[in-house]
């Protein structure tokens, strides 16, 4: 056979030359120009690009129509449909359609029919639906390769019910099914075993079963299969290793073992070593435990091994003939080892190692010592190091020079201390360079940095001592796409040199100490690749030019934490999550009227000088999850086009001038979870659909507003709602008597979903909230918080009994207001409760003993109320000052002044009470117990009773310490 260079001479039949090109029409887009030779007026067909026919008899053998791999479906080179015409082609044997682009159809049945094919690849090529059973048919197929792993959803990819088909197809030597569900497929392991002449085998996360079948024969199995890979498949357990053992020559044939991402349980079996072909074996990612084995370094042609992310542990240690190994890989991060200076030694060992990682093991070792022991072997070999989140320290050496191999060097999240050597700039072949999170002091100069050429990636961030400091005119040798040098002292002025970084796809150069402007150069040099751009927490000034750029992602910009002010540029609409907090911006009409729709997701501008009315263009933003216009001076209403926010699940909008019905234009945005518009001067009613409009509500905060009227009976359908505050407000009418409806608020769990839109972004969200009186910003911890605030309204009535099933209440405050009627019996249920406030109100009657079984209770108020009677007894009720029962006539007890009857008079002594202490035969034991009694007891916890100021004190202490520790665990920010 001849490929389509060296077909000269043949002329393809007429037949075949049609079949061809009506598979071209069926083709709407070829990018690549894989047809552009496939005419009408080109009648040698076997000349045309990518067919290939047989010298002899002139017909088509094979087609070679592989694409180009690229992550965009969109630009595969190859789009549209797979003619039936190609059944005509009937002695093909070969047929690679790989890399291309076929609509998410199902693979075409009649392929089946095609029973001249030995090669058939369809990999990669955007298939969907589930395989043809008729594949079985091509009884000579030799290699199978469907893989779609690396291009589609998990959920939404080809599928296989009964993979039975596959046993027919005997004479297969490689199959390739990653990626295809074959999660419903029983019997996988007799359907390998029926392949004889199989080599290849490669089913990467495919779902498959991990039951290890009763009984298995191996009479058909394959005695030369070399290349097992069956990554990320939740095996469970270590049973697939029953299976790959008793396979018929198995140690003398297998070379590649990839179990990878597997979940596999248990220890690393002994028979691993008898496999003497074995050079690649990763079994990174499982749940493997104990010691690595001595087997293992039975095999001497192991050259890759990787058992990063396990449970193992006990000492690394490899055998005194170690340097006579091929190893060149070893990946051991992640584990539980035991580390000693024994480790030093080996690595003096291991010769001709190209790649270390010893990432996550707590090495505490001086970098320049395992530099060191690394030089005595691998000085010339080294490509990648890896120690990154261990307790290495010290500094760089001037010996780092000598590794001229040196590819990636990773040091990340340790404690390196002191001074970075000019040597590292002769690392002509470094390409990654990651020195971030440890407390390095020193000045990086370009001398640091002269000769690195191959560099790709520099991250120095989080080094509060580094300075970077090179020459205003320097022109680096490399072009990074990546730059993170965040928290380095990097000002006052912009780094000039970044002007010439135009391939970036990451910088980030926040809390630099940079003032100042940023050139319009910079902004008009923005890569089109880029994905994140920070220049937050720093003190640049100026406006943001407009530029004319598209980007081919969507980026994440943030700009927070400056002095930007004037207008923002409209090409900033084109991020996918935007940072413009805590500026000085002041018009953003341009950047809210785009011209096209939008994919921004995130979107914060609070804390800046807008003022006037929001521009109606919402409609251009429908894929907005959040919004932050909070501590602005917008007036006016919102408006009417933010019904079209249907994504829309966090809208911050407090400490504006908002006024009018604002809540109106937002009933249609129905994926709400989190609104906050506290602090404007909105009016009228809160709307009586609320709980049909906003069901998935989770927290609502209208607090210091000008609302008025009753509470809508629907409030009570926001059974997700763990966060309700309508405080200050002119709020009238009773508590709704279904506020139990509430369901969130009855336990204490984290119930607030995840923000954002799906793969793009999700995070927790952040709210300010009052919390123990005083205004805090929660966020990782929001959900936890479930609060009902009611306070400084016109409500009156009784407080509805049925507030006592909301048990997962932190804080609940109807205090400023005008209620009647009794505290109900059972407050004492609420027992996650820390603040209660009913001040100001018209209570009556006592205040309930269960009251006192809150002992979580941090602050309580039942000042200026009627409420009369005894305060109950407890540890906690009498901790608490007097104020916050005054106000209370009817009330007495501890610590208020006592009720009356409290002290009782002294009972006299008879006359047979002091015979009988006359006739005492023991009194010295008694007068010895009663002693020690008073000593022992009372004089501590006695005084506590006897001394309120101590007692208080003392509980107080044991409140405050509770409450300190309770703060910690939520973990507000302020």
Not at 85 to 91: A, G, K, T
Not at 284 to 296: A, D, E, K, M, V
Not at 773 to 787: T, Y
């Amino acid at each position: 056979m001849n490929n389509s260079n060296d077909n000269t001479g043949i002329q393809c039949l007429e037949k075949e030359r049609k079949a061809l090109l009506q598979f071209k029409q069926s083709i709407q887009f070829d990018r690549c120009g894989l047809l552009s030779s496939w005419a009408e007026n080109n009648q040698d067909c076997c000349q045309w690009k990518g067919v290939q026919c047989n010298n002899h008899t002139s017909r088509v053998e094979g087609l070679h129509l592989r694409g180009v791999r690229m992550d965009s479906l969109t630009n595969r080179c190859l789009e549209g449909n797979i003619s039936a015409s190609l059944l005509d082609l009937e002695h093909m044997s070969y047929l690679d359609l790989s890399f291309n682009n076929f609509l998410r159809q199902p693979i075409p049945p009649f392929l089946g029919s095609l029973t001249s094919l030995k090669h058939l690849n369809l990999s990669n090529a955007n298939f969907k639906g589930e395989i043809p059973r008729q594949l079985g048919n091509i009884s000579v197929l030799v290699s199978l390769d469907l893989n779609c792993r690396s291009e589609l959803d998990p959920y939404d990819r080809p599928y296989v019910k009964n993979l039975w088909w596959l046993s027919r197809l005997t004479l297969l030597t490689d199959i390739n099914l990653s990626g295809i569900d074959l999660s419903e497929v029983t019997g996988w392991y007799h359907i390998i075993n029926s392949l004889p002449y199989l080599r290849v085998l490669k089913m990467r996360e495919c779902q498959l079963a991990p039951t290890y079948p009763s009984s298995l024969s191996y009479a058909n199995s394959s005695s030369n299969l070399s290349i097992v890979s069956l990554s990320s498949n939740d095996f469970n357990n270590a049973s697939i290793f029953k299976w790959l053992f008793k396979l018929k020559g198995i140690n003398t044939s297998l070379v590649h073992l990839d179990l990878s991402y597997c979940l596999l349980l248990g220890y690393i079996p002994d028979d691993l070593g008898g496999m003497s072909s074995l050079s690649y074996l990763d079994m990174s990612i499982n749940l493997l435990f104990g010691l690595i084995p001595s087997s293992i370094w039975n095999m001497p042609n192991l050259s890759y091994l990787s058992l990063s992310w396990n449970a193992l542990s006990g000492l690394i240690s490899f055998p005194d003939n170690i340097a006579n190994h091929t190893l060149t890989h070893l990946d051991l991060s992640g584990n539980s080892f035991e580390v000693s200076t024994t480790l030093l030694k080996f690595l003096t060992q291991l010769c001709g190692l190209q790649e270390l990682d010893l990432s996550s093991q707590n090495l505490p070792f001086e970098f320049s010592v395992i530099m060191k022991s690394l030089s005595v072997c691998s000085l010339n070999t080294l490509e990648t190091l890896d120690l990154s989140n261990n307790m290495v320290w010290g500094s760089i050496p001037d010996m780092i020079s000598s590794f001229s191999s040196l590819k990636g060097l990773l040091l990340y999240g340790n404690r390196l201390n002191g001074t970075i050597s000019q040597g590292i700039g002769q690392l002509s072949m470094l390409e990654e360079l990651d020195f971030s999170s440890n407390t390095l002091s020193d000045t990086l100069s370009d001398k640091h940095l002269a000769n690195l050429s191959s560099l790709r990636t520099l991250s120095l961030s989080e080094n509060p001592e580094l300075v970077v400091n090179v020459s205003s005119n320097w022109v680096p040798p490399f072009q990074l796409d990546s730059l993170t040098l965040g928290s380095c002292k990097l000002g006052p002025h912009f780094p000039e040199w970044l002007k010439t970084q135009n391939n970036f796809s990451w910088l980030d150069i926040s809390n630099g100490g940079i003032s100042g402007s940023i050139p319009v150069s910079f902004w008009k040099s923005l890569p089109s690749k880029l994905q994140l751009l920070d220049v937050s927490r720093n003190s640049i000034y100026g406006t943001v030019p407009e530029v004319s750029i598209t980007f081919d992602n969507l980026p994440r910009i943030n700009m927070s934490t400056n002095q930007f002010s004037g207008t923002i540029p409209s090409f900033l609409v084109n991020a996918s999550m935007l940072y413009l907090d805590n500026n000085k911006f002041s018009n953003l009409t341009t950047f809210l009227c785009p011209k096209a729709i939008t994919s921004l997701t995130f979107l914060d501008l609070s804390n800046n000088l807008f003022s006037g009315e929001l521009p109606d263009c919402w409609m251009y933003f429908d894929q907005l999850a959040t919004l932050y216009m909070d501590n602005n001076h917008i007036s006016g209403n919102l408006p009417t086009s933010t019904s079209e926010l249907q994504n829309l699940q966090a809208l911050h909008l407090r400490n504006n001038s908002l006024s009018g019905e604002t809540l109106m234009p937002l009933e249609n945005c129905s994926s709400l979870v989190v609104l906050d518009l506290g602090y404007n001067s909105l009016t009228g009613h809160i709307p009586r659909e609320i709980g049909n409009s906003f069901q998935n509500l989770s927290v609502l905060i209208l607090r210091s507003n000008e609302f008025v009227g009753d509470l809508p009976l629907s409030l009570c359908q926001l059974s997700r709602l763990q966060i309700l505050d309508l405080s200050s407000n002119l709020i009238s009418g009773t508590v709704p008597a279904c506020i139990y409806n509430l369901t969130a608020m009855t336990n204490t769990t984290d119930l607030l979903p995840a923000i954002g839109i799906k793969g793009i972004y999700a995070s927790s969200d952040s709210a300010k909230l009052m919390w123990k009186r005083q205004e805090q910003s929660f966020s990782n911890s929001l959900g936890l918080v479930k609060s009902i605030d009611f306070s400084n309204n016109k409500l009156e009535g009784q407080i509805p009994s049925q507030i006592s099933l909301l048990t997962g209440l932190f804080s609940l405050d109807f205090s400023r207001n005008n209620l009647s009627g009794s505290i109900t019996p059972k407050i004492g249920e609420l027992s996650s409760l820390e603040l209660l406030d009913l001040s100001n109100n018209n209570l009556s009657g006592i205040i309930p003993a269960s009251l006192s079984n809150l002992s979580s209770l941090a602050i309580l108020d039942l000042s200026n109320n009627r409420l009369t009677g005894r305060i109950p007894m407890g540890t906690q009720l009498q901790t608490f000052n007097a104020s916050q029962y005054a106000g209370n006539p009817g009330l007495c007890g501890d610590p208020l002044p006592k009720c009356p009857g409290d002290t009782q008079p002294a009972r006299p002594m008879n006359a047979n009470q002091h015979k009988e202490d006359d006739n005492d035969i023991f009194p010295g034991l008694y007068i010895s117990i009663v002693f020690g009694f008073i000593v022992g007891f009372w004089g501590v916890c006695g005084t506590l009773v006897i001394k309120t100021s101590w007692r208080r004190a003392y509980f107080r202490f044991f409140d405050d310490t509770k409450d300190k520790l309770y703060r910690t665990w939520r973990k507000p920010t302020t």
